[in-house]
């Protein structure tokens, strides 16, 4: 196969723009993404940082040299999105549909923070066409909000939720995160529960992650107490898989569950390794064939945006494209087709998957269905890295 095929593969246009909004009032103890701190800046018209920031974000976006097509999706991930006014995020929302369109049925996706905003606000956000709200919950309870750093406690969660109903967003989400200090199976089926009773249509679930360089991985190395052990981490996957499917979300996604129609229409574009944009510090973008990350600092992305946002990397390979889309598409419990992957790929390499992923067929982590190579849940999902391993290092 040659080496330009995932260029072929990948050439068409995105549909699908995620859009990096830095600013956190505190960075979280667990956090190693891109931000920016403001300290107890309440909207973005009170910061002269984010109001440069927005300036120089959407000279990123008006410089982009692409053909255009209507985005069906639009993510405003950070960070805490809810800290930009809602002028500020109608006038990045305008830059984007002059530049390339907005679909009128688009999913315009917002993470929020409970304490961030209020009925006004959130009004405003809602009438420059988001419709999709992301709730950074994390915990319900006082002492592990403490433990991991937020800076929001459990009531500004209920009063946020009160502000959604109130609002009329059908369409909304709450993170949580197990694995977190302190944290037992009988809290963490505590946090379940009260996630049901405020009835989002999709949950995530994230499983911490130690990583270097942030508050945790100076106090902690996996394994160490206050941490639950691996053995209660596994318990608290397999709570939540049961729950939440009881309860009336599907468990399509690793991490994600959502009510029937419920779906990230955005996320599931990355799952099925498509195209997209990315803008802002820090942000990824995947098209023409190439995965491109931003600066992760200001000083360096303002300098980058002012040089021309000129992107130097090096075409994605026929291996690199497989081992991405198996990777990517093996996380949704619909799996990804064989007989797309033989169509792109060749029978040839499909087989030697196939003789990669035999011992975890022998396990039942891993399953073919209607013709769809899938992980099992929850047992395959749970034991994804090692799959995944095994396939990156075997390929």
């Known amino acids: 196969m040659p080496n330009n095929l995932a260029n072929s593969i990948t050439s068409s246009l995105p549909s699908a723009a995620y859009i990096h909004i830095p600013f956190c009032r505190r960075r979280c103890f667990y956090c190693d993404f891109p931000i920016y701190v403001v300290g107890n800046t309440i909207r973005g018209e009170q910061s002269g940082a984010i109001s440069q ?11 982009l040299e692409v053909d255009s097509k209507s985005l069906e ?29 907005i679909d009128k049925f688009a999913e315009i996706s917002m993470e929020i923070d409970p304490g961030t905003f209020d009925s006004y606000h959130l009004q405003g956000y809602t009438d420059a066409g988001v419709n999709r709200i992301s709730l950074g919950v994390q915990a319900f309870q006082e002492k592990l909000l403490q433990a991991c750093g937020r800076y929001h406690n459990v009531s500004d969660i209920f009063a946020a ?6 609002a009329g967003i059908a369409n909304f989400s709450i993170d949580l995160i197990s694995g977190l200090p302190y944290q037992t199976e009988s809290i963490w089926q505590e946090s379940l529960e009260q996630a049901i009773n405020i009835a989002p249509a999709h949950i995530s679930i994230y499983d911490l992650t130690i990583e270097a360089g942030t508050a945790f991985g100076r106090y902690y190395k996996p394994g160490d107490r206050p941490l639950p052990t691996d053995e209660t981490t596994v318990k608290m996957y397999r709570m939540a898989q049961e729950i939440l499917s009881e309860a009336g979300y599907e468990h399509y996604e690793i991490s994600n569950y959502a009510k029937p129609g419920y779906q990230c229409r955005h996320n599931r574009v990355y799952w099925q390794n498509n195209p997209y944009y990315g ?5 990824a973008s995947f098209y023409q064939g190439k995965r491109f990350s931003r600066p992760r600092k200001t000083k360096e992305y303002y300098a980058w945006v002012n040089d021309g946002s ?76 090692v799959v995944l391993a095994e396939l990156f290092e075997k390929l």
């Open 161 to 166: 939720v009160d502000l959604i109903h109130q």
């Open 73 to 101: 999706t639009i993510f405003f991930g950070g960070g805490t999105p809810s800290l930009l006014s809602t002028q500020q995020l109608q006038r990045i929302l305008e830059v984007l549909n002059g530049k390339f369109g």
């Open 53 to 63: 920031y927005v300036e120089v974000l959407c000279q990123e976006i008006v410089t």
């Open 279 to 283: 803008f802002g510090m820090g942000a």
């Open 310 to 385: 000129i992107v130097d990397c090096e075409l994605t390979t026929s291996h690199e494209a497989l081992l991405e889309t198996l990777m990517l598409g093996l996380r949704l419990a619909e799996g990804v087709s064989l007989q797309i992957l033989t169509e792109k790929f060749g029978a040839d390499k499909i087989e030697e998957v196939y003789q990669v992923l035999q011992p975890y067929f022998d396990k039942g982590w891993v399953q073919v269905i209607n013709g769809r190579l899938q992980l099992h849940d929850p047992d395959g999902f749970l034991f994804s890295n």
